[in-house]
């Protein structure tokens, strides 16, 4: 269950060395562009907030890149990060929930998500799957372009299958 005093809030560009602070190895250039692409209307990032302690963050991308939710104005929920040691308290549902929350008042009726296949993503499959996320059908994809039968790539985190949910 979350705390009481979780707030999600929209990032600003004073949040930077928050952002940066606890997720370092993306490093301040990733999310100086992610910034930029809010402030152009592209992706919107929402922040975790309990006190004065950022616990985590996620991105609604309005232009994402897989062709399947682009081509019907699907948004993805991407790059959701909770810092460990306030995991299994429910920031992240929250966050994906703010995220759906916001798509259904830009009018989306369809909310996308991808989640990796390998054990370090079991956490995230799990909450996906509690959350009402289903496979979109389109099988495995591998950064985010399809990945064919008899085709080999590596588990990695850009190997993923694409979830979608109904917001209406």
């Known amino acids: 269950m979350t705390d009481e005093n979780l707030q999600i809030k929209t990032a600003k560009d004073d949040d930077l060395q928050s952002l940066v602070g606890i997720a370092p190895e993306n490093g301040v250039d990733y999310f100086v562009r ?20 950022l616990t985590g963050y996620v991105f609604l991308n309005r ?9 019907l104005g699907i948004p993805e929920i991407q790059d ?3 810092i460990p040691g306030c995991r299994r308290q429910g920031i992240g549902a929250a966050l994906v929930a703010a995220c759906e929350q916001r798509a259904r008042q830009e009018g989306a009726e369809q909310m996308g998500i991808a989640v990796g296949l390998h054990a370090g993503f079991g956490a995230a499959q799990r909450l996906y799957v509690r959350m009402g996320y289903v496979p979109d059908g389109g099988g495995v994809t591998y950064d985010r372009e399809a990945v064919r039968s008899g085709d080999m790539r590596p588990v990695d985190d850009d190997l993923t299958l694409m979830l979608i949910k109904d917001l209406v």
């Open 34 to 53: 992610c910034l930029q692409e809010q402030a152009a209307g592209h992706r919107l990032i929402l922040l975790a907030w309990q006190g004065q302690s």
């Open 80 to 82: 959701l990060f909770v």
């Open 63 to 71: 232009q994402p890149r897989y062709q399947p939710f682009r081509r």
